[in-house]
């Protein structure tokens, strides 16, 4: 254990699964408090377990980033039960097929609009929803770190995945206005764009790209996965900790001069 975030409280969105779990591993090794926030409850509830048998201190919360109440709610527990938001990561996202009806690449008539907002409802809104419930609490303190996960794709944009990239740009364009506003107060906002990390959504991305991709159609979804992860430069996989570990530098007094960064752990990695 170390005390890079000791005394802090960290809400984490999205960390019942894959980047956001690590993220919350690892700020929990760090000594901070740490709010596991997903809408799969008893993947929230199993990660502040874990956490909590490696006498970490965890507290998972239901809510939905896409609900203004819920999140409301959500901090608002957290402030009563702590006193004190030290650190937001805003890390729920989706690859934003829910409608099962769109396919990926062009042309863009291939995205329903429901799967369109969708995707900006989780990726974009949602961070917007969480932000606007704890800065005015992190103004009055004149401290906070908010981390906002972006992606690659946010850089540069895949035309399999318009609308994914397209939220993801919205993430680093947010993240830069944010950060200037916030500047006067102490508080830091910074992005994460990560490459390619085998996760749930990856899983199911993969999928979907054995299904239509003609250069993949027929492998398995892993195979398929590591058949885009070696056309890139740096081979070698990523791992949920590569962005936990980025996250909780900016996360610390380590970084206190970097704000209204949108910062990449990939690597020149394509993304279909
Ligand atoms: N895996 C990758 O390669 C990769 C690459 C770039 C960016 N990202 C981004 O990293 C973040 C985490 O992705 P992941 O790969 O760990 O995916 P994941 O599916 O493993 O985790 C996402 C989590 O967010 C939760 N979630 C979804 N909608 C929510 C909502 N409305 N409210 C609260 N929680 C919600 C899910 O239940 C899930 O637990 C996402 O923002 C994703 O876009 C991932």
Redesign the pocket.
């Known amino acids: 254990m170390g005390n890079r975030l000791t005394g802090r409280v960290a809400i984490i ?9 690590a993220t919350a591993q690892l700020m929990a090794a760090e000594g901070a408090t740490v709010i596991i ?4 409850l008893a ?2 509830r199993a990660v502040a377990n874990e956490i909590k048998a490696k006498k970490g201190k965890a507290l998972a919360i239901k ?5 203004s109440a819920q999140v409301k709610r959500m901090v608002d527990r957290v402030l009563k039960r702590f006193g004190q938001v030290d650190i937001l990561v ?6 934003g097929d829910i409608s099962g009806k769109s396919r990926l690449g062009p042309p863009i008539t291939n995205i329903t609009d429901e799967d369109w907002d969708y995707t900006f ?3 974009v809104r ?1 961070i917007f929803a969480v932000c606007k419930a704890v800065v005015d609490h992190m103004k009055s303190r004149k401290y906070g770190k908010i981390i906002n ?5 946010g850089k540069r944009p895949s035309v399999m995945i318009p609308a ?1 990239s397209a939220s ?1 740009a919205a993430v680093i364009s947010f993240t830069e206005v944010l950060s200037t506003e916030l500047a006067p107060y102490g508080i830091n906002v910074n992005a994460i ?10 899983e ?2 993969a999928r979907q790209q054995t299904e239509q991709n003609p250069r993949l159609k027929g492998m398995d979804p892993k195979t398929a996965f590591n058949a885009i992860v070696t056309q890139g430069a740096v081979k070698a996989e ?1 791992q ?1 900790e590569d ?1 936990g570990m980025l996250a909780v530098f900016l996360a610390s007094e380590e970084s206190r001069r970097i704000t209204g960064e949108a910062i990449s752990v ?1 690597g020149p990695t394509p993304v279909g």
């Open positions: 969105t999205g960390s019942g699964s894959g980047l956001g779990k926030n997903d809408i799969n993947n929230a809510a939905d980033v896409t609900k805003n890390n729920a996202g989706t690859g409802a989780v990726n949602g996960i972006s992606s690659v794709a994914y993801k764009c990560p490459g390619i990390i085998w996760t749930p959504m990856w199911k991305f990523q949920p962005i990939a």
